[in-house]
């Protein structure tokens, strides 16, 4: 597989919040880690040696993850961590996907927007875009 790298440099500066919401934006339902991966080269120009493990504090982070986006895959596997990053279920076991689904919440959903504006981009309407998988579908249609 060849590795990814970037181009051309980019005319305008994103923070690195604001890629990974463009990213999911654009790219619903794609695992933690491709989002990661782009960001990586987004920033450095050049592939990520950890596979899309760097910067992967974002995904973790309570004040991102459920109020910007949200994993919508199936939580099947069990795993024993100090802190679980979606909690405990009722049983008292945390629970986690085989792998991850990402969707921008309704508030990530507002900053994608907006910053699409520094590109001079027309903002994208919520709930518009077409969505392969049953589960995004529900959180699109909630609300979140």
């Given at each position: 597989?060849?590795?990814?790298?970037?181009?051309?440099?980019?005319?305008?500066?994103?923070?690195?919040?604001?890629?990974?919401?463009?990213?999911?934006?654009?790219?619903?339902?794609?695992?933690?880690?491709?989002?990661?991966?782009?960001?990586?080269?987004?920033?450095?120009?050049?592939?990520?040696?950890?596979?899309?493990?760097?910067?992967?504090?974002?995904?973790?982070?309570?004040?991102?993850?459920?109020?910007?986006w949200t994993d919508v895959a199936p939580k099947t596997v069990e795993y024993h961590p100090y802190w679980p990053v979606d909690g405990f279920n009722s049983d008292g076991r945390a629970m986690r996907s085989y792998e991850s689904k990402m969707v921008l919440t309704r508030r990530g959903w507002k900053r994608a927007n907006q910053a699409r504006t520094k590109f001079g981009l027309d903002s994208i309407e919520w709930g518009t875009q077409e969505l392969p998988d049953r589960g995004a579908s529900i959180i699109y249609q909630t609300g979140v």
């Amino acid at each position: 597989m060849k590795a990814l790298t970037r181009t051309h440099k980019p005319q305008v500066k994103l923070k690195g919040i604001e890629y990974l919401l463009l990213s999911i934006q654009s790219n619903p339902e794609r695992g933690q880690r491709w989002h990661l991966r782009r960001l990586h080269i987004y920033k450095h120009g050049q592939a990520d040696y950890h596979f899309g493990g760097s910067n992967c504090g974002y995904f973790g982070s309570k004040s991102y993850r459920n109020v910007l986006w949200t994993d919508v895959a199936p939580k099947t596997v069990e795993y024993h961590p100090y802190w679980p990053v979606d909690g405990f279920n009722s049983d008292g076991r945390a629970m986690r996907s085989y792998e991850s689904k990402m969707v921008l919440t309704r508030r990530g959903w507002k900053r994608a927007n907006q910053a699409r504006t520094k590109f001079g981009l027309d903002s994208i309407e919520w709930g518009t875009q077409e969505l392969p998988d049953r589960g995004a579908s529900i959180i699109y249609q909630t609300g979140v």
